[in-house]
């Protein structure tokens, strides 16, 4: 198939004009590095505030790790959450993660450790927060990069 420039010029054209709408009617949650110093985050429906950091300070790769995540309501308390669990993977490659991440520990004042969280390979990830409070459900979605 011979393309010519000029239809070349219009494709590349609409293509920016349909990225641009992407952005702006599916807005990322959060963008992050590799959340070494920490990420943050606010819910989907604005219910709760997270604060995500590898607990020894760096992100390894094929190695499991633990993490800190702290969470706040609206009025910026801390949260004891009903129910929190942590999905996620590699949209960009179709899978999910190879670990399965929990909660192993409640450490008061919203803060919980997440045991258990793999990354198996370099690129973009996305680690999705599922928090329930008396009766109330929200998501957050954090995104990274291991680019190292």
Known sequence: MRYTHGVLVRCLERLK??????VMVFPVIAIAGDCTSGCEAVTRDGHFRISVAPA??????RNH?????????ANNNPVKLDGLSVTGGMPGHGHGL???PRVSEYLGEGRYRLTGVLFNMHGDWTLRFHL???????VADLELTLDY
Do not use: N, T
């Not at 020894?56 to 790769?61: D, S, Y």
């Not at 329930?132 to 929200?138: A, I, L």
């Open 17 to 22: 004009i349909g990225c641009l709408i992407a």
């Open 56 to 61: 020894e300070g760096e992100v390894p790769l």
């Open 65 to 73: 790790h633990d993490w800190i995540l702290d969470v706040w309501d």
């Open 98 to 100: 190879p670990s399965q």
């Open 132 to 138: 329930v409070r008396q009766g109330v459900q929200d």
